[in-house]
Every structure is written in structure tokens, then in C-alpha cells.
């Protein structure tokens, strides 16, 4: 079975420091592993995500995130916050075996302080 | 072109009313999906459709009815709702049904059912 348990609810940051969100994941297969971003009456986009190519991905506006197996966990980063970045953010695992099911974390709220 | 477009953005209905929910891609995705995302919570998924056949029903009410009439477009047609179905509905598309493919989501319709 998935699952996925974001540690944080809420996280803030001054502007132009690093984001840390923290995602650990349960799944009994190879997972596939996304970060999206959801900013207020909008959407969800697709941040990143991690298929088992490199453990580092590299996704849109300067963020990663590093996948390890060990841990099992799949946290985001980003070096320097931008207002901008003040949002949503989900942790989404989903099996490989099966039907297209992403399994959700309960989200994070970023707050970027100015 | 990662484009997924929604219609309308906002809907306010009465609970004997019939409206619908539309959906369109033009990625050339075969799968397409319906979420439901109440305030505060992760998205939670309705239906799943895979080369235009409806692949998977969460258990969702007779209510909401959905169509997929070619590959490019869906919708979800609404009879009877409750007020407790007010939420944000977004819809998805990936290139295939199966975990290994990232969702792109549109931005979601906004409905208040009085």
C-alpha cells in the first residue's frame, strides 16, 4: 500500500533563505515520486518528480528534491525563497503496477516573510 | 503545449438544478481524471478515464455523472447535489493510465451548490 506523510503542515521562511519541506513515503512497490504546487484558487503544477532515473531531480523555479531509499523519503528544497513561492505544496507517491492512482500527503503551506 | 483548460471557473447552483463540468486537453493524453478538493485538504480522485472508457469510479455518487466523448475532452455532468458538494473540481490528463506518468492539472472549477 501508498502512502505519504508530510511532517509539516506549515513552514515560513523569511525571503531568501532555504525551503526545506520534509515528505516520507510508504509503498510496497518502486514508487514514482512528484512535489506540486498549489497557490490559492488555482490549480495544482507539477514541480518535480522522480521516476528511479538520478535521486537528485531538479525541477521548475528552482527547486529539488533528493530521493533516498533509506530513508524513504523525497524532500523539497530550494536555496533562496521568493514571495512568489508562498503556497500550497503536496508530496504525491503513486505505484508504478497500477492504475494511475496518485496517493496525496496532506500538504504544506509555505509562508514567505517579507 | 501543457495545457489543461476548465469550464467554467465558477458555478453557483441550486440543488435541483442540472449543470455541467468541462474539460479539454490537447496533448494527445489518454487518460483523464476528475478530483474533488474540498478547503485545506489534499485533492481526493472521482473517476479515472483510459482510452476514452471509464476506468475507475471511486465510489462516487449517482449525482455526478461523468462523459468522456472523445480523448481530448471530458465532463461531468451534476443532478441533485448537496450542499456538502461544494468544492474546488479539477481535472487532469496524463500520456498514459499507470504511476510512471505525471498529471497536469487545469485550474478547476469553483462550485458553491445553495
Known amino acids: 500500500a501508498q502512502s505519504v506523510t508530510q511532517l509539516d503542515s506549515h513552514v515560513s521562511v523569511s525571503e531568501g533563505t532555504p525551503v526545506l519541506l520534509r515528505c516520507n513515503y510508504s509503498?510496497?512497490?518502486?514508487?514514482?515520486l512528484f512535489w506540486y504546487v498549489q497557490h490559492p484558487n488555482k490549480g495544482l503544477q507539477l514541480l518535480l518528480k522522480?521516476?528511479?532515473?538520478?535521486?537528485l531531480v531538479k525541477g521548475i523555479n528552482g527547486f529539488e528534491a533528493e530521493f533516498k531509499k533509506s530513508e524513504t523519503s523525497f524532500h523539497l528544497t530550494k536555496p533562496s525563497a521568493h514571495m512568489s513561492d508562498a503556497a500550497e505544496y503536496f508530496c504525491?507517491?503513486?505505484?508504478?503496477?497500477?492504475?494511475?492512482?496518485?496517493?496525496f500527503g496532506t500538504g504544506t503551506r509555505l509562508t514567505v516573510i517579507p | 503545449d501543457t495545457e489543461v483548460t476548465q469550464t467554467p471557473k465558477h458555478l453557483v447552483m441550486g440543488m435541483t438544478n442540472k449543470k455541467s463540468l468541462k474539460c479539454e486537453q490537447h496533448?494527445?493524453?489518454?487518460?483523464m481524471y476528475w478530483y474533488k478538493q474540498k478547503a485545506k485538504k489534499p485533492p481526493e480522485l472521482m473517476f479515472v478515464?483510459?482510452?476514452?472508457?471509464?476506468?475507475i469510479n471511486e465510489s462516487v455518487p449517482s449525482r455526478f455523472s461523468p462523459e468522456c466523448p472523445n480523448s481530448s475532452l471530458l465532463n461531468l455532468h451534476l443532478h441533485a447535489l448537496q450542499p456538502e458538494d461544494s468544492a474546488l473540481y479539477l481535472c487532469?490528463?496524463?500520456?498514459?493510465?499507470?504511476?510512471?506518468?505525471?498529471?497536469?492539472f487545469g485550474p478547476g472549477t469553483r462550485l458553491t451548490v445553495t
Open positions: 487532469a490528463s496524463s500520456q498514459d493510465e499507470g504511476g510512471f506518468y505525471e498529471q497536469y
Open positions: 509503498s510496497s512497490y518502486s514508487p514514482s
Open positions: 522522480y521516476t528511479s532515473a538520478a535521486t
Open positions: 504525491v507517491v503513486s505505484d508504478r503496477t497500477g492504475a494511475n492512482n496518485l496517493f
Open positions: 496533448m494527445g493524453h489518454r487518460a
Open positions: 478515464y483510459s482510452y476514452e472508457k471509464l476506468s
